[in-house]
T-cell receptor, first 119, second 114 residues
Framework: AQTVTQSQPEMSVQEAETVTLSCTYD???????LFWYKQPPSRQMILVIR??????QNATENRFSVNFQKAAKSFSLKISDSQLGDAAMYFC????????????????FGQGTILTVHP | DVKVTQSSRYLVKRTGEKVFLECVQD?????MFWYRQDPGLGLRLIYF???????EKGDIPEGYSVSREKKERFSLILESASTNQTSMYLC?????????????FGPGTRLTVT
């Protein structure tokens, strides 16, 4: 079974600074997808960024980028120029590419990291 | 924009009550999911449905059942609520076709069982 581990229950950053959230996963699959979701306080969870394992290039979405190390099974999220609106719980998630059939949509989530942004 | 709505943001029920949590999505997605979110445990999948009247157990189905009579609606049922089912419940939906597709989440229902 796949597992996803976020070893940092809480992180904090000063506004305008950079912070990196860690995520490791365990899988025997060679092809899969990784996601970072953001859950702001009392608001809906939204997708921040996704990475396809077969792509060597790290995904980037504006101030958000990932460091994907496939051999190390590591998938960290870097937030540059942090803003107050980045304060949220962040979840790392894994989905196999070839689970087949009805398992296609299933995600495995990490424990979450609460990010605090200080003005 | 995809919209996933849940019937209640906060719910307080007594032990032994039958509890219905409702979820509706407006994007014609085939897949729908129910998760529970607990501190330190992240999101854990309870049940999911890939089509009307179809369902599969997730990782923690014990004490729960689901119903999907219409494509847009997915209900989570606690047959006899217990205090250990106090939690945040999140519904999500996604289209089929590619594992790259994201899941879209509802706002969550915080259920307290006393």
């Amino acid at each position: 079974a796949q597992t996803v581990t976020q070893s940092q229950p809480e992180m904090s950053v000063q506004e305008a600074e950079t912070v990196t959230l860690s995520c490791t996963y365990d899988t025997s699959e060679s092809d899969y997808y990784l996601f970072w979701y953001k859950q702001p306080p009392s608001r809906q969870m939204i997708l921040v960024i996704r990475q396809e394992a077969y792509k060597q290039q790290n995904a980037t979405e504006n101030r958000f980028s990932v460091n994907f190390q496939k051999a190390a099974k590591s998938f960290s999220l870097k937030i540059s120029d942090s803003q107050l609106g980045d304060a949220a719980m962040y979840f790392c998630a894994y989905r196999p590419a070839n689970a087949g059939g009805t398992s296609y949509g299933k995600l495995t989530f990490g424990q979450g990291t609460i990010l605090t942004v200080h003005p | 924009d995809v919209k996933v709505t849940q019937s209640s943001r906060y719910l307080v029920k007594r032990t032994g009550e039958k509890v219905f949590l409702e979820c509706v999505q407006d994007m014609d997605h085939e897949n729908m999911f129910w998760y529970r979110q607990d501190p330190g445990l992240g999101l854990r999948l309870i049940y999911f449905s890939y089509d009307v009247k179809m369902k599969e157990k997730g990782d923690i189905p014990e004490g729960y059942s689901v119903s999907r009579e219409k494509k847009e609606r997915f209900s989570l049922i606690l047959e006899s609520a217990s205090t250990n089912q106090t939690s945040m419940y999140l519904c999500a939906s996604s289209p089929v076709g590619s594992p790259v597709y994201e899941q879209y989440f509802g706002p969550g229902t915080r259920l307290t069982v006393t």
